[in-house]
């Protein structure tokens, strides 16, 4: 890295892969002005084509009395 009149130069094997202005206060955040050049913009996220979920009906379940089962195991018991 070289610094030169408020620029940043990096270099890599010789080469200057990435040149940045310098921000005159301490602690600011730079980007690269590329750096998200390959990044949807979030609004076109929001026009998704297919849904995030379905719903699905639940099958129909035969509502029966209790007393029904009752019976169904005292006579299983007395079968023994």
């Known amino acids: 890295m070289r610094e030169r009149q408020m620029q940043l130069r990096v270099f890599s094997k010789g080469s200057l892969i990435a040149q940045l202005h310098k921000r005159p206060r301490s602690q600011e955040m730079v980007q690269h002005p590329t750096q998200f050049s390959k990044v949807s913009p979030t609004g076109s996220l929001r026009k998704t084509e297919q849904p995030l ?3 699905v009906t639940p ?3 035969e509502i029966r ?3 029904e089962y009752d ?3 005292s006579q299983e018991a ?3």
């Open 53 to 55: 979920g379905h719903q």
């Open 71 to 73: 019976q169904l195991f």
């Open 65 to 67: 009395n209790l007393a």
């Open 59 to 61: 099958p129909s379940v």
């Open 78 to 80: 007395t079968t023994r």
